[in-house]
């Protein structure tokens, strides 16, 4: 999980930050303002300043915000001087928008506020519907408007074409004014409160926001066209209120509440996708009728509110300390305790005593740190970096206010340590926070009129700073408050701790299962002893564990060295282990039978392992076994669906028929267990351990399970290559999409949800524990994925849409294919691993587009979908997604914090030399920005930071070749080529459209080092033809072959795909890996397929294999030259 922040506001207006992975308060890099109260996402956080000025603090990022300007250029065809500026009447403008109807001159399109910069001049669009233009980039048509094509025609009377300009946003890490209309008239009020949310009401658009004010007169203000892409949004609305406004807190969905001065809340209803601003008003009578409300604070579906007689439905402020709500769980979203915050300021940490005397291993894990019976401090205490927990729920916290006390919420007191506690609870808001609910969509529910209000103890806080804070002494108490010191450069003193106005949530992701370490100090050190621990850095903690590692690995070989010469006391063992499982019987009727399994390993003289796996079964009251010896065995596969824990077997006979041997558990335990120890055999027999090497073949599977094989030196041979149907594929932790690596050990991967991971190093994780797995490099690792579902309807001339369909049609829920019934209720997680974690709700990203609704019509099942109606649409079909989510643990770490759609690193062979550059790494983010990799090694495989490089469109597919030669895939299907790239210009300089191949939509794109291969959307794999060093963008496309899925290009060329309907001996199979054979300098594009394990495949990269087979004489000598690039799949 991405580290995230939590914002607060001192007495003095000064803002802070608080990361999840951090241990101090911040102060705000831009800290020239007084600030009254913020309120942050993960993006961004809005404040109101002393002045009673709005303002933006837009955090940061490698990735710019970058927005296009389009003007449209019309002429119309004249017989005497051809075509011209001169047109009809009735046309639309000269220069237009690309309706026509708006006059939009280029010398008029002026930036919006200070906040932007042009980015260049204006240029003329050349790429019209992913093909690339004529010189100028007209398009043409019969008229005004009209159909427009790239061609010119005999009957072309008019023509356009499109300029296009960028403007970028360059107030990033400051705060930036809010810019207001001229007119006094149409000026908000100064405003009083604010709260930002609405970020998750729907999937689309991506990155919108719901900026929510009230002003001093008691006015409720929106703010239009908050975005990522328009930070600062465009202008104010008033909204209509039934009386006058105190406060307003808005959730991360639809929630919006707001409190009135006669005590009263209301209730915005109506609020979705289309209409963000909502469209009524709900009054909600206060908890009792004596004491109204003051203060509403709101997340996911749940509410928290102060009311006047000082009853905390949320919060206590006597202490000005930040307090977080811990336990709260869909069944008690009121949750359990509170957990005050107690941790220093940045600044203190100058203050503290001077520890580097004491850093060393020697002196950190002697006497001099632990005091007399006490132990030494755990890792878990002494290490300064936190675990790294998966995405966990938005926490959405806004402080609540009092009219007594201008603090809505309160403030952290000392302490330097901190401790991971209670981490099976959920998490919940920060005191004065708006409370996250869980991480659901709300379904339908009571109005909010009719919902109970819960009362929340209070007296709570006022104990937890003294439990949490234990072995200190009483003075250090967070309710001894001192005054502050008024110049920043002046420290706290022993009893001055920081007094809060405001905390702000909403942008604070936190974890149940690894949450922050701020609520408690480690008890019976002292601050000195804590700061040092603190001090200390994750890579000290590392070569710490390497010293001592080795240490105790040469004293080991010292003392085994006086026994070698005795003889072995066994000379041979027989270990048996035996369970019941369930078997995929082969033969017909196919069913699940109850079978006994034993697993018999023998140990040789020379120590050598077996293993042979025996299967008992009954046939017609026959009892019958089978065995399969685990040293023929070619793959351990986990077969995970909705009902059963079951796992499959391979060996090359039975991956050549596509049929593997299914054995299932009746626990997820028991499974796991089998698995392990399957696969510690297999490996065993095998003597493969350790981590992967350099150059091993990675792939994934339709389930998101990784693979590894060591490629053997004939796998690549021109003359009798190794089978593929004979690799050993073994499993290693985590769960992935993609997967990219390179021979210097330097792997990339990219979730479900897009994360970015890089490998550590490590192997096993998961169910793969104990000996199946390494002891460091192993963490815990979350995905999300959606689960789709239509809904299908048939006009009915008496009624409109129904859901009653013709008896040929397909279900009326069902999947993409219609073939299979689908409903909201029956439809279950991908498996059992996988939890519900959101609501269903509209899909409005499916190709082909949506109406307001959600729905696409065509006119019939099945057909080409689009998003508005015609008159001769009969049928529609509306997408419903669902998100899931898998925790589990594997050899990677999170590279945050820009999540990826595709990723691809430069091979290279190991003969090549090295010039000491970084190694090259390119990426496409999920919104389609082309970044490049800074600083990326092998001692550092994760690099330092993203350089973007600019493109005219969004991207879905990059690869880069072995001499550093880029090509990408637009998401319209066009290709493009990088020109000048070089490790001393590693973006290069101006991308070269490249033609798709006729009537064609590419989606993939992987270089080697000559070759290039794309991928259509049909599944059509195509060889780019004609590349040379003087003319690398090639001449043309040939076809190579189809019913492709995947294409992976290696350092000498070969190629590998996933590829679908291959033949196996009782039905055709999907996701299979496939070698290209017969490839060779002079034959580039092979001239057949090897046939490996499958189905079920789904992604496999061959980038770091450049293992070279053993030269013959007459096999023609092959460049040494660096390997080259893959292209990810896209989405």
Known sequence: MPNSVLWAVDLFGRVYTLSTAGQYWELCKDSQLEFKRVSATTQCCWGIACDNQVYVYVCASDVPIRRREEAYENQRWNPVGGFCEKLLLSDRWAWSDVSGLQHRPLDGVALPSPHWEWESDWYVDENFGGEPTEKGGWTYAIDFPATYTRDKKWNSCVRRRKWIRYRRYKSRDIWAKIPSKDDPKELPDPFNDLSVG???????????????????????????????SNPEGSSWSLLDTPGEVVQISCGPHDLLWATLWEGQALVREGINRSNPKGSSWSVVEPPGSENGVMHVSVGVNVVWAVTKDQKVWGIGCEDRTVYFRQGVTPSELSGKTWKAIVVARECDRSHSGSSSSLLSAGCFFGDEVRGSGESAPSDTDASSEVE????????????????????????????????????????????GSRAAGPDTHPGPAPTPAELPWTNIDLKEPKKVPSHSAAGFPETTSLSSLGLLPLGLEEPYGVDDHPLWAWVSGGGCVVEACAMPRWFTVQAGLSPSVQTLSLSITPAQTAAWRKQIFQQLTERTKRELENFRHYEQAVEQSVWVKTGALQWWCDWKPHKWVDVRVALEQFTGHDGARDSILFIYYVVHEEKKYAHIFLNEVVALVPVLNETKHSFALYTPERTRQRWPVRLAAATEQDMNDWLALLSLSCCESRKVQGRPSPQAIWSITCKGDIFVSEPSPDLEAHEHPLPCDQMFWRQIGGHLRMVEANSQGVVWGIGYDHTAWVYTGGYGGGCFQGLASSTSNIYTQSDVKCVHIYENQRWNP?????????????????????????????TKPPSLQWAWVSDWF???SVPGGTDQEGWQYASDFPASYHGSKTMKDFVRRRCWARKCKLVTSGPWLEVPPITLRDVSIIPESPDAERSGHSIALWAISDKGDVLCRLGVSALNPAGSSWLHVGTDQPFASISIG???????????????????VYPSQPAGDCWYHIPSPPRQRLKQVSVGQTSVYALDENGNLWYRQGITPSYPQGSSWEHVSNNVCRVSVGPLDQVWVIANKVQGSHSLSRGTVCHRTGVQPHEPKGHGWDYGIGGGWDHISVRANATR???????????????????PVCC
């Open 198 to 228: 609405g970020w998750e009401i729907t999937e689309e658009p991506v990155g919108r926001l719901s900026v929510w004010a009230v002003s001093l007169q008691g006015k409720v203000w929106y703010r239009e066209d908050v975005s990522h």
């Open 388 to 431: 790294r927990p998966g995405p966990g729920q938005p926490l959405p916290a806004e402080p609540l206010d009092d009219s007594k006390y201008p603090t809505g919420s309160s403030a952290s007191g000392p302490g330097a340590g901190r401790t991971a506690e209670d981490t099976t609870e959920d998490a919940c808001p920060a005191e």
């Open 798 to 826: 008496v009624t409109g849409y129904t859901s009653r369909g013709l008896p040929t049609d397909r279900y009326m829920w069902s999947d993409a294919s219609g073939l299979q019934e689908c409903t909201k209720a029956g």
């Open 842 to 844: 509209v899909d409005f």
């Open 962 to 980: 072995a001499c550093y030669q880029v090509w990408a895939v637009a998401r319209d299907g066009s290709a493009f080529y990088r020109g000048s």
């Open 1109 to 1127: 087979a053993p030269r013959s004489s007459s096999q023609e000598q092959e460049p040494s030259a660096p390997p080259e690039a893959h292209g």
